[in-house]
């Protein structure tokens, strides 16, 4: 301290901020920030869900075979024999509303963003399965090198789907979103072959192209940009 006087308050400071700095378990932070992670997560995707369920309820071709499931199954009938002269018409109304959203529930498969929410996808189970899916991905992938690569096997559907939609280069979410008939078609035009998917790929563009090219607004958008432009800069001289 007498040979540097200056460094006095630094040391000071170094000291008391050491002393006094909170002693928190770096792994307690971390499995706190998880669980909130995984929290938000599920409740974010359940609203989804529910704004899901809420919207086919007002489509007609789900609201209207709701309507006839439950009348089959007599829930209707209870609900207004149960509350005729106990509760108002609205709360009635509500929970024939009810009714038929839990309907719409069991009976449609909701798939990609909106589906429901499964514990197994929230980000702390993720974690402690991530071992489990390790193991699974290397017994997966050695037996795809085994079958399909040293013994020749022909793909299987499964096997061709998912050729398909790496090609596609899309997630197991959004590729289960897709229709049906979608998927047909894709195994009809045997898209897991390269060329065969190449070819699909570019009559997909010409098909945007040609949409784009009828589309008012987009001609509206390639005039601007033609004439105006997105921003010049342009020197005056003086």
């Known amino acids: 301290m007498l040979d540097h ?6 040391h000071y400071y170094h000291y ?21 992670i995984s929290v938000f997560q599920f409740f974010s995707w359940w609203n989804s869900y529910n ?35 106990k509760k ?8 024939e509303e009810n009714i038929i959203k839990n309907i719409i529930k069991s009976k449609v498969d909701i798939k990609g963003g909106y589906q429901k929410p499964q514990i197994r996808d929230l980000l702390l189970f993720q974690i402690l399965l991530a071992p489990v899916h390790l193991c699974s991905y290397i017994v997966w992938y050695c037996r795809w090198v085994y079958n399909f690569n040293i013994k020749g096997k022909e793909y299987g559907e499964e096997e061709r789907l998912y050729l398909i939609r790496k090609s596609m280069k899309m997630s197991k979410s959004q590729f289960d979103s897709l229709e049906d ?7 009809k035009r045997e898209l897991w072959i390269k060329e065969n998917y190449e070819v699909y790929k570019q009559e997909q563009e010409e098909e945007l192209k040609q949409k784009l090219a009828n589309n008012p607004r987009w001609k509206r958008y390639r005039r601007w940009m033609r004439n105006e432009g997105p921003g010049r800069l342009t020197f005056v001289d003086d």
């Open 51 to 85: 704004k899901a369920i809420n919207y086919l309820a007002t489509v007609p071709k789900y609201r209207i075979q709701a309507m006839e499931i439950a009348k089959e199954q007599g829930l209707l009938r209870k609900a207004k024999e149960k509350g005729r002269n």
């Open 181 to 187: 008939h979608q998927k047909e078609t894709f195994l």
């Open 16 to 36: 008391y901020r050491r002393r006094l700095a909170p002693r928190v378990d770096v792994r307690i932070v971390i499995l706190v920030s998880v669980c909130a």
């Open 5 to 10: 006087p200056e460094e006095y308050y630094s």
């Open 88 to 95: 108002s018409k609205e709360e009635i109304r509500d929970e």
